[in-house]
């Protein structure tokens, strides 16, 4: 490996050390990452463009495990839910995504429009109420734009099949019945009594938000005007029932119309949706970017793929602060051990990277970016889920090191803002100094493109 790799590795090193170093200053040796849940019971909140948690700023470091409650609606295969948890509280993760969702197909949710397995939905209680345990808040979504687990083709098919003439499975966004069959969806999840904890979903602080849609597009309507008639709608008919929880959509940050500048920051094409106005509407909290630049910049250099994830985390950044004033979080990121030439330090180099910027955009305004979100953790013996983005985090100690120093320094940032200078260092910092590009990778090597096979597979198209 070329020297500069190693040095590069060694600043991320220091980096990390430098920020574990600081926690211990600030917090002493009893500092407890996940803290007492009951002492911090509360709803997730916005102010502006921060998460407030019991009044202070709140700022983290997560995950996801989309495959949490198809697992746990078998009693046998629960304990891979709790061993996640486990570990992941161990390394200080806070905030977990997960599917609320499971239409039609294998071990389905919702067998046919409005029609539930209480197995499956019992899976989901558990999913709630280990979280609960871990002190782990989670981020529910409702549906799928891809055809995993259903998503929005199994709905039109139920419509279809009701007699209904659907063009397309974008009718998703528009047709009445549509409509009616996710709005049913929504209320039977939201309005929910966990049968192990007794708690309504809506009345429990330990689910931190709702989201929309995992990833929508919409290729019938490139500007983003469809998307934005909907999230409009849906947002609304969300807080009609739970004015307690945030509302996100799901989005993976590509611009669309409003700003047309902006285009240029997306990855070469458009996907339906417009970050500006989509996430302006009201009645949603905070916005979400994803970022897989191997994939959508596959064939692309390192170094370019990096240059670009830069660019994507400032841009999203700097409109959520000034245009938007909501939080925002990268809600997936990660690298595929399936992609040609992999190995472990590319994929731990490139989260010390997004790591680090989160960190600093964090530090620099107070929160506005206020956590991350790897994709994705598993359990062992899980082989059947793999993606090629699977961390099992008792197996790799390099990558757990990494997550680990970055959920101490999100920690320690959580007790700087909470401070008594906090406000005069949120309110002092309006402006990112110049040079962000803190670090340039080798430009050596070739970085091969890939799709994301198996149980869950995003269907990027090609620039």
């Known amino acids: 490996m070329a020297a500069s790799c190693f040095s590069a590795r060694r600043a991320f090193i220091n980096f990390f050390d430098h920020l574990l170093l600081l926690v211990i200053v600030i917090g002493g040796r009893n500092m407890v990452l996940c803290d007492n849940l009951n002492k911090n019971f509360g709803f997730v909140r916005t102010r502006g463009p921060h998460f407030i948690l019991n009044g ?118 528009t047709h009445p019945l549509l409509k009616d069959y996710y709005k049913n969806h929504i209320k039977s999840v939201v309005t929910r009594l966990n049968t192990i904890t007794n708690i309504a979903y809506r009345d429990d602080p330990i689910i931190m938000a709702w989201e929309l849609m995992n990833e ?104 959520s602060r000034r245009i938007l004033k909501k939080p925002l979080i990268v809600a997936e990121f990660g690298k595929s051990d399936k992609d040609p030439g992999f190995s472990l330090n590319e994929r731990d180099l490139y989260m010390a990277n997004v790591y680090r910027d989160t960190y600093r955009f964090a530090r620099l305004t107070g929160g506005t970016l206020s956590g991350c979100l790897v994709w994705q953790i598993m359990a062992q013996g899980m082989d059947s889920y793999d993606d090629g983005y699977q961390i099992v985090l008792s197996q790799s100690p390099s990558t757990t090191g990494i997550i680990s120093k970055q959920s101490h320094a999100m920690s320690a940032l959580s007790h700087l803002l909470n401070g008594p200078h906090s406000v005069d260092r949120v309110n002092g910092a309006n402006e990112i100094p110049s040079g962000h590009h803190h670090h340039r990778r080798h430009a050596n090597r070739h970085y091969a493109g890939h799709t994301r096979p198996t149980r869950y597979v995003k269907n990027e198209p090609a620039p």
């Open 216 to 319: 929508p597009r919409c290729q019938a309507d490139y500007s983003g005007k469809t998307i934005n008639f909907w999230v409009q709608e849906m947002a609304s008919f969300i807080k009609s029932l739970d004015r307690k929880h945030l509302v996100e959509i799901g989005m993976e940050g590509f611009y669309g119309d409003t700003m047309p500048e902006r285009k240029q920051v997306n990855p070469g094409y458009q996907v339906g949706t417009d970050f500006i106005s989509n996430n302006l509407v009201p009645q949603v909290d905070f916005a979400t970017i994803h970022a897989y630049p191997d994939v959508w910049l596959s064939g692309k250099s390192e170094n370019e793929q990096m240059g670009f994830m830069e660019k994507w985390m400032l841009s999203h950044f700097d409109d």
């Open 56 to 173: 202070s700023p709140f700022v983290f470091n997560g995950f996801n495990s989309y495959w949490m409650m198809h697992l746990a609606s078998d009693p046998s295969e629960r304990y891979k839910v709790s061993e996640v948890f486990k570990e992941a509280s161990a390394a200080g993760l806070t905030v977990c995504r997960t599917w609320a969702f499971s239409d039609g197909g294998d071990r389905p949710l919702q067998i046919s429009p409005g029609i539930y397995d209480e197995r499956v939905f019992q899976g989901l209680d558990f999913v709630i109420s280990e979280a609960r345990k871990y002190g782990i808040r989670l981020i529910l979504s409702f549906v799928n734009n891809y055809d995993d687990f259903g998503g929005k083709k199994q709905y039109a098919a139920w419509a279809r099949n009701a007699g209904q003439q659907i063009n397309n499975d974008d009718d998703f966004y």
